[in-house]
């Protein structure tokens, strides 16, 4: 079945560490979105991609970092920088043409800082 | 700025009651779209519905169904005979021209949880 993979489920990380988050689509959706969950919030857009090699900054995009080498891998680097990482990340993808914006999301990404 | 407000934090009902969660947006757009999205407890977020702002007929969906008011900028979604399974957070989100740059940058309201009791 078609679907987005996030990895770690669950991650812990000392202050001060850089941690990497995994997305992966099998969709073969063009577009991919990184969106931050906090309790109250809602979901805040951190970067998105709409093709390999080009990226832009979303909402809250300080202390984060992506690449987008392959058409299906969407990785979400959480910084030293970023001030309040402890949150739940949710990567999405989404297909060009009518249904560009609706959005499938992976299971997420739960970062908890110690 | 796109705004999505969802006023009710949390909703309780007893199984079989109906429910419904308001939504109201604010956008400068012409042409938008509206969502409801579903999170359950395992935490992805399912796609339930997407409305464009040209289309206003409200729709059914088994025991969802949903109204599109432009007049008042709402977009309410009501669930008919509630059920255990219901019990999730439930987001409405707003986005722009698909066809434009803003596709996919959904703006999301807070969510309401909604817990139905057995």
């Known amino acids: 079945d078609g679907g987005i993979t996030q990895s770690p489920k669950y991650l812990f990380r000392k202050e001060g560490q850089n941690v990497t988050l995994s997305c992966e689509q099998n969709l073969n959706h063009d577009a991919m979105y990184w969106y931050r969950q906090d309790p109250g919030q809602g979901l805040r857009l951190i970067y998105y991609s709409q093709i390999v090699n080009d990226f832009q900054k979303g909402d809250i995009a300080e202390g984060y970092s992506v690449s987008r080498e392959k058409k299906e891998s969407f990785p979400l680097t959480v910084t030293s920088a970023q001030k309040n990482p402890t949150a739940f990340y949710l990567c999405a993808s989404s297909d060009r043409g009518s249904g560009a914006n609706v959005l499938t999301f992976g299971a997420g990404s739960r970062l908890t800082v110690l | 700025a796109q705004k999505v407000t969802q006023a009710q934090t949390e909703i309780s009902v007893v199984e079989k009651e109906d429910v419904t969660l308001d939504c109201v947006y604010e956008?400068?757009?012409?042409?938008?779209?509206l969502f409801w999205y579903k999170q359950p407890p395992s935490g992805e977020l399912v796609f339930l519905i997407r409305r464009n702002s040209f289309d206003e007929q409200n729709e059914i969906s088994g025991r969802y169904s949903w109204n599109f008011q432009k007049s008042t900028s709402s977009f309410n979604f009501t669930i008919t005979a509630s059920q255990v399974v219901d019990s999730a957070v439930y987001f409405c989100a707003l986005s722009g021209y698909a066809g434009g740059t803003s596709y996919g940058k959904l703006t999301f309201g807070q969510g309401t949880i909604l817990t139905v009791h057995p």
């Open positions: 956008t400068r757009d012409t042409t938008y779209y």
